[in-house]
Every structure is written in C-alpha cells, then in structure tokens.
C-alpha cells in the first residue's frame, strides 16, 4: 500500500515505525526535516520537508495514487486540511486525529465522509476509556472485554501468593479450565505459551476467559485482598483526565491534583459531577497526599505531560500502600523502566492511536486491536468471513502463525474458549494474541 503520513510527531513518528515493517510505501510529511531525518536514515520510508497541508507538497508525495493518507500534526485544524484535500486529490481513504469531542458524535459521521474524512480518531479518548475500565479494578493491568464482557482478555501481575505458579499448563487441565493463558510477559521478553511452559512469580500473565469466571481467576491469581476502588486520585487535569473523569461512575470519589491554578478554574467549569473534587498543588507532594487521604485511596493516575513525573507520582503512592496505579507514558523509552520498577497499568496515545489506525492496513475484517505496549503485543479482533482460511481445518492443523494464539470467540452472543479441537465457523468474532510482528501474518486467515 501506499501510505503518506502528515506528520512527524509522537504519534506520526510511532506509526512509520510499526507501518515499515510490513513493507509498505511509506512517505512521511512535516515542514521541520529533523523531525523525521532518524527514520528516513533507519528505516524503509520517505520523508518530506514540507506541510502536510501543502497541495503542492502532497502532490509530490503522490497523493493522486495513495491508498492511505493520516494526519497526525499535534494541529487538528492541519489534519482535517491535510485529509480533505488528500481526499479531493485522489486519496482513497483518510484518517484525521482530532481533539474535539463534536466531531467524534455519530451524527456527524456521514458530514465527514463528504468532505473526504473517513475516519477520524482522538487518542485522549482512547486512553480516558482504558483508564476508566482500568482503575475499577485493582487487581488487573489491562482488561479487554469484548460484546460487554461475554469474552474478556486480562493481564495479571502473578506473585509468590498464586495459586497455579511452577505447574506445567498442561497439567492445568488447560483444555477443559474455564481459562486461557494466552501469553506471558517475563523478564522483558514475551512468550506464547505451549503445554510445558509454567508461571513464575512476577509474570504479567494473559487470561482470557468469560466474565462468569472472573471472580475463578481472581482467586487463583492470590488477588482477593486488592480493595475494591472506591476513592482515586488524579495527578494532572489535561484533557484525557477530564474525559476519564467523565466515564468514571459516580460511586467513585475522585481528586484532581494539578499544579496550574488557572487550569484548576477551567477544570471546575468543565467537570460538573459532585464525586470529583479539583484542588491545586503537586501530586507527588507527600504532605499534599497525606492531607488528602491518600491512606484511604484505592488507585493513582499519573496524568501530567511529564512522564517522569507520572513514574515518580505512582511510586510515591505505592510507597504510600495505594494498590493501583495507571502513569501515561508520553515517551516509549520509559515503558521497559517503568515496568521494571512495578508501576501498574502503563498507557501510551501514540501507542494507542497507531494501533487504531493499523487496524485499517489489515486485509480482514478487523473490527479492533490493541496494542500491549509492556508485551509488545496487539490483541485482535476479527470477523469470520465465508470460506476464509481460517474456517477450513482445526485450530491445531491451522499451522498459525508461531506468535499467535487464538484464546477465545463469541458465537450466537455467547463467549467460547479455543483449543486445538475448536472449529471457527463463519460469522464467528474471533480474538486472537499475537506478538507485534505476526498480526499481519495471522490477518490472512482471516481475509
């Protein structure tokens, strides 16, 4: 395919990386050149020196013929220009990040599309859903949950205290336990697991299984006593705060620290729910914390733009027996160190947004990935469609690719465990894992 990224930030620069690898045409656009000198030198990819919003400059970079055009500038007012006239140009798809709300309502989907949009996306809204989900529940990394929970992907930090650690999964009874193990995360690297492969203490295990059983899984994993949240603190009010805020229930008491004062004024006019409180100071402060109950609070969320400050903020609250914490990350190089220290959940929005956008580069019908950024991961989520390869043979004589695995799908509304002996039919929506390189490979049993 033949791809133009206008662009060269956090986000533009992540998806060059994860697109190169799949061999596309790849040309990336932003009027400063350093931005983007690295990648052109590293990878396979073109770089060009001028505004994605230039008709001149997109012409050069052969729009005419693009199968793709993104617009990732931190400007939105660029990227909506950038994808309009793309579009107009001859682009056959485009896809613009954006930071307003009004855009992403489904009634203004179709006004997009005529004005050559055909996709937009706004990764402080993706993040804001994952820490909402992610904060209720103390004992949980990440969860995916797909159709409402009927099938739900977990990832669990396992210490000295689980049950099923040094035990041969085969030995599990895998095949018939209401569970999956479909990866495991160990001393940096990240592993399928077969039937000799065990857990160890301080693996971050995936389970997949079915809400019916999370309470199962919950007790074997040695996480009863993680309190129920019911008070969070929030360190920064920027604007995936506020949208996390929001999605939150209202049984649960919120804070949010920030060091602005005059943000403070804008946050207390932008949030109007009676559980959230807004108070002025450093979230790393530890008397600030003291005064506020922080004894009392089941979760943190390092949310500053900063994320030095969102590690250290998540330390000094575990330090203090705060039992979840979730920092966003704005630079990927922290991922390996924050995981080493045992941060918590670890978010990241130009992870975030290329995983939605690279769902677009699949040749299947793919209806959502995430990215796992600590497993260097993705989960899927396909739709079966009639005669594709994957509905031919047996899981086992499927010879898929050897960083995937098939963990569950939902069939007739209800959530289904894979083992080599499932046969995936069409219509079946299927959820697969798959190390960061094999995604595409997998794509192709479904396509």
């Known amino acids: 395919m033949k791809i133009i990224i206008g662009g060269a930030g956090a986000v533009g620069t992540h998806l060059a990386k994860l697109l190169s690898r799949e061999r596309h045409d790849i040309t990336i656009m932003d009027a400063s050149p350093e931005k983007f000198e690295n990648l052109v030198t590293n990878y396979d990819l073109m770089g060009r020196s001028v505004s994605p919003t230039s008709i001149e400059g997109l012409r050069s970079a052969g729009v005419n013929n693009a199968d793709l055009v993104i617009g990732v500038t931190p400007n939105e007012t660029e990227n909506l220009t950038c994808c309009m006239l793309a579009s107009k140009m001859g682009a056959k798809k485009t896809v613009a990040r954006v930071e307003s709300l009004e855009y992403l309502q489904p009634k203004n989907k179709e006004f997009f599309k005529e004005v050559g949009i055909h996709s937009l996306i706004m990764p402080e809204m993706i993040a804001a859903e994952e820490i909402a989900s992610s904060v209720q529940r103390s004992w949980i990394r990440q969860i995916w949950e797909v159709e409402n929970g009927d099938l739900l992907m977990m990832g669990i930090k396992v210490r000295e205290n689980c049950q099923i650690l040094n035990i041969p999964l085969k030995d599990l009874g895998m095949s018939n336990a209401p569970y999956h193990i479909v990866a495991i995360k160990r001393h940096g690297e990240t592993l399928i697991p077969h039937g000799n492969d065990y857990l160890q203490a301080y693996d971050l295990a995936y389970f997949m299984t079915t809400k019916k059983y999370m309470p199962y899984i919950r007790e074997i994993t040695g996480k009863m006593d993680y309190p129920d949240v019911k008070n969070v603190i929030i360190m920064g009010g920027g604007r995936t705060a506020v949208y996390a805020t929001r999605l939150m229930p209202s049984n649960i008491n919120i804070k949010i620290i920030e060091k602005d004062k005059e943000r403070c004024k804008q946050l207390n006019e932008l949030i109007d729910k009676p559980n959230v409180m807004i108070i002025h100071g450093d979230g790393r402060d530890i008397s600030l914390l003291l005064e506020e109950n922080i004894q009392n609070t089941q979760a943190f969320v390092g949310l500053t733009s900063s994320s ?19 920092a966003m990350l704005g630079n990927l190089s922290f991922v390996d160190m924050a995981e080493s220290l045992d941060i918590g959940t670890l978010i990241n929005k130009q992870s975030i947004a290329a995983s939605y956008i690279y769902r677009m580069m699949l040749k299947a019908d793919v209806t959502n990935v995430k990215s796992l950024m600590v497993a260097n991961a993705d989960v899927a989520e396909f739709n079966v469609k009639p005669n594709s ?52 490979k997998l794509s192709s049993f479904f396509a």
């Open 308 to 326: 030095e400050a969102n590690i250290l903020g998540c330390l000094t609250a575990k330090r203090m027996d705060v039992r979840k914490s979730i």
């Open 389 to 440: 390869k994957i509905t031919k043979k047996l899981v086992k004589d499927l010879n898929l690719p050897l960083g995937c695995t098939i963990g569950g799908l939902i069939r007739n509304h209800q959530g289904v465990l894979v083992n080599g002996n499932t046969q995936i039919e069409e219509g079946d929506h299927v959820v697969a894992f798959c190390l960061e390189n094999d995604l595409g």
